[in-house]
């Protein structure tokens, strides 16, 4: 309990990191060590795959597809003054939505797993139950997070275009004058 209590805060602080943190590569790494930390949790769980998938998919694949996205957006260190209130009044905002998804969650039991298939499944630690917990009873939550994945790579492509600058019949003359004089240069040698 002790273990768990200590690798809980441990990844906590971490998640507050990548929320408070103003520099996006800081926040990222304060992600890998939330996802690493959730990974020892699963250890300590007796779910070694889950703990194996943890650290291969989001500790590695994610976190590089993310730092790609971070590094081509090229962001600059220019930052827009944010009003004071505005900012309290975003925390006060997500502290309450938070606080009601919890209580929300601890208080209706149909939103939570059946504690049974849940148990079952992290002492078995198994791939062909998690396949049969993941494919069954929650394949449709299994395929919105495959749409939430898609919709982000789509976001962080059009995040990325450029847009490209118009070319007007002006700058395409401009362009011939250059490469005419260019090859007069060139024949007068």
């Given amino acids: 309990m002790v273990t768990?209590?200590?690798?809980?805060?441990?990844?906590?602080?971490?998640?507050?990191?990548?929320?408070?943190?103003?520099?996006?590569?800081?926040?990222?790494?304060?992600?890998?060590?939330?996802?690493?930390?959730?990974?020892?949790?699963?250890?300590?769980?007796?779910?070694?795959?889950?703990a194996a998938i943890q650290v291969i998919v989001y500790g590695g694949a994610i976190m590089v597809?993310?730092?790609?996205?971070?590094?081509?957006?090229?962001?600059?260190?220019?930052?827009?003054?944010?009003?004071?209130?505005?900012?309290?009044?975003?925390?006060?905002?997500?502290?309450?939505?938070?606080?009601?998804l919890i209580v929300g969650a601890m208080l209706d039991p149909r939103q939570a797993p059946d504690h049974a298939v849940v148990r079952d499944t992290l002492q078995g630690g198994h791939p062909r139950l998690i396949a049969e917990v993941l494919y069954g009873e929650f394949m449709l939550a299994f395929q919105l997070v495959g749409v939430l994945l898609l919709t982000g790579m789509v976001g962080a492509v059009a995040l990325v275009q450029r847009p490209r600058p118009q070319r007007t019949s002006a700058m395409i003359d401009e362009r011939r004058k250059e490469r005419a004089s260019d090859a007069l240069e060139a024949g007068g040698r």
Avoid at 24 to 43: E, Q, R
Avoid at 80 to 98: D, I, N, S, T
């Fill in 4 to 50: 768990f209590a200590i690798l809980a805060s441990v990844a906590v602080i971490g998640a507050l990191g990548v929320v408070l943190l103003r520099q996006p590569i800081h926040a990222a790494l304060s992600l890998v060590g939330t996802l690493l930390t959730l990974a020892v949790l699963f250890v300590t769980l007796q779910a070694h795959f889950l």
């Fill in 65 to 100: 597809l993310f730092l790609f996205v971070i590094m081509l957006l090229n962001i600059e260190h220019e930052r827009k003054e944010v009003q004071p209130w505005l900012r309290w009044a975003a925390y006060g905002v997500g502290l309450v939505a938070a606080t009601g």
